[in-house]
């Protein structure tokens, strides 16, 4: 297991969904695109980090059985070997090592961490308090983004953060620092990461799923607030100006494929 600091970026396969589920501008357009779905795995001498984990492993088995009405509509393509257990073991990280699954928000393409979370038993659930709650009860609009059945059981060692812990850096070293960026759900969070070369990543994750998002060339069709996401993308282009950082959208086809991809890692 590494016990030095990196960042590893895996893709959980595709979603292949209409475009005017991804831009708000593009209304009428049914064009498919590839949307790929990105997680992340931060490891640290204090303890490793998974920062999603993409789809539960029985989306690669049977996506409509497991998520239904989304995957119905919008046909997933995901590998048994793209879940996170099997993606651990590919990278040597040992699942007893895992201190922290950190949430950035609990749609349905981002709890698949959670959906084994009893094969990590160190761990603790890191998410906000207000999409904890969100997560718990959706509303109507909002019921096919969320599969209850990856988290909504017991022995979950859930770790509540709040609203005034905007900034909250998890190991109290600037390695992993979690801004709040509502919008996208009201508690959502992206992630600020300085690596010991020096290189620094925010994490947009699902406040900016794109660059034309980040860019506000495009907004998002799907957000629980516009103006919130508005306001977010502008704070995560402030925060990535300071950091000098390079920005990794949450679901951008175009950008993904720029990413070095695990087994790789940055440092
Ligand atoms: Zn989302």
């Known amino acids: 297991m590494a016990d030095d600091i990196r960042l590893y970026l895996f893709e959980c396969g595709i979603i292949r969904i209409p475009r005017y589920v991804v831009n708000a501008q593009d209304a009428l357009d049914e064009a498919r695109i590839d949307n790929p779905t990105p997680w992340y795995v931060l490891t640290h001498p204090r303890g490793n980090v998974i920062i999603d984990g993409g789809n539960a492993p029985q989306v690669a088995v049977d996506p409509v059985g497991h998520w239904g009405v989304l995957a119905e509509r919008s046909p997933v393509i995901m590998r048994p070997d793209q879940a996170v257990l099997p993606e651990l073991e590919g990278i040597g990280v040992d699942p007893a090592s895992v201190r922290w ?33 969100v997560g718990h009860n959706p509303q109507t609009w909002e019921r096919a983004a969320y599969c209850l059945a990856d988290y909504d059981k017991p022995g979950v060692p859930w770790s509540l953060l709040e609203d005034s812990e905007d900034g909250y850096d998890l190991f109290g070293d600037g390695t992993l620092r979690c801004w709040r960026t509502p919008g996208h759900t009201a508690g959502h969070l992206s992630f600020e990461v300085h690596l010991p070369s020096g290189a620094a990543f925010i994490l ?48 951008d086809p175009d950008v993904w494929p720029s990413f070095e991809l695990a087994p790789e890692y940055y440092v």
């Open 101 to 133: 699954v950190v949430q950035s928000h609990l749609h349905i393409d981002h709890t698949g961490a959670l959906a084994v979370i009893d094969r990590f038993p160190n761990a603790e659930v890191l998410v906000t308090r207000t999409d904890y709650e």
């Open 204 to 251: 947009a994750v699902d406040a900016a799923n794109t660059m034309e998002h980040l860019n506000e060339t495009k907004s998002p069709a799907f957000a629980q607030s516009i103006g919130e996401a508005t306001r977010s993308v502008r704070r995560l282009r402030r925060l990535a100006w300071r950091a000098q950082a390079t920005v990794v959208p949450g679901h």
